[in-house]
């Protein structure tokens, strides 16, 4: 399975943008990169996953390095809500299609 | 629609006893996954269906626990002699499609307390 590297926590001010990085140097090359989140005493919810091309949706935007190795994800407008456990997953066939969690980077948002 | 269900949302047991734990996927999903979380830590994989089949279950601790899907959307896990190490939070996702490719959608978890 791949290995991936997050911070374990990283502070923003409200509505400003937040960049979590990952790194996940041992990806196969037919894994996609997949973001959720777990707000506090929630169940992970999905966020965002690519393969090669950056990627946006409503929620964030996912940035790509060009070999793969890493990726950043990108909260345009941090608001209260955003406060969350953020988690970078290399998903597809490599792991038999399994879900890996490692232990995500914290966000805390100051108003 | 409906998301992904668990029941019961909190289960209360004493160590020894046999625990049945529900999943109801979304409806025309093939994947379904199990995890359970500890607190302060991430959620750890148990087991993978693609329909009726475990892809992977080796994520399963020990022989006490079990889990089915026998018609391809409800799974139940099931946990004999319970002990107080599994007093955790099982967390159940489904997702359809390629796998990789594809987003899962979790429910809100059955708080287990073995006491």
């Known amino acids: 399975d791949a290995k991936t590297t997050q911070p374990n926590s990283m502070e923003s001010n409200e509505e400003e943008p937040v960049h979590l990085p990952c790194n996940h140097s041992?990806?196969?090359?037919?894994?996609?990169i997949h973001w959720y989140r777990q707000l506090p005493s929630q169940g992970p919810e999905y966020v965002i996953h690519?393969?090669?091309s950056n990627v946006n949706n409503r929620m964030a935007s996912l940035a790509i390095a060009e070999d793969r190795k890493s990726s950043t994800l990108i909260l345009h407008r941090a608001t209260l809500r955003d406060a969350a456990v953020y988690y970078c997953?290399?998903?597809?066939?490599?792991?038999?299609?399994?879900?890996?969690f490692g232990q995500g980077t914290t966000l805390q948002v100051k108003p | 629609g409906a998301g992904v269900s668990q029941t019961p949302s909190n289960k209360v047991t004493e160590k020894g006893k046999y625990v049945e734990l529900r999943c109801d996927p979304i409806?025309?999903?093939?994947?379904l996954y199990w995890y359970r979380q500890s607190l302060g830590q991430g959620p750890e994989f148990l087991i993978y269906?693609?329909?009726?089949?475990?892809?992977?279950d080796s994520g399963l601790p020990n022989d006490r626990f079990f889990a089915v899907r026998p018609e391809g959307s409800v799974s139940t896990l099931k946990i004999q002699r319970t002990e107080r190490g599994d007093s955790a939070v099982y967390l159940c996702?489904?997702?359809?499609?390629?796998?990789?490719?594809?987003?899962?959608?979790f429910g809100q978890g059955t708080r287990l307390t073995v006491v």
């Open positions: 269906f693609q329909g009726t089949g475990a892809a992977d």
């Open positions: 690519g393969l090669t």
């Open positions: 997953i290399p998903h597809g066939s490599s792991n038999t299609g399994k879900l890996i």
């Open positions: 041992t990806i196969s090359g037919t894994d996609y």
């Open positions: 409806s025309g999903h093939t994947a």
């Open positions: 996702a489904s997702s359809f499609g390629q796998v990789g490719n594809t987003e899962a959608f």
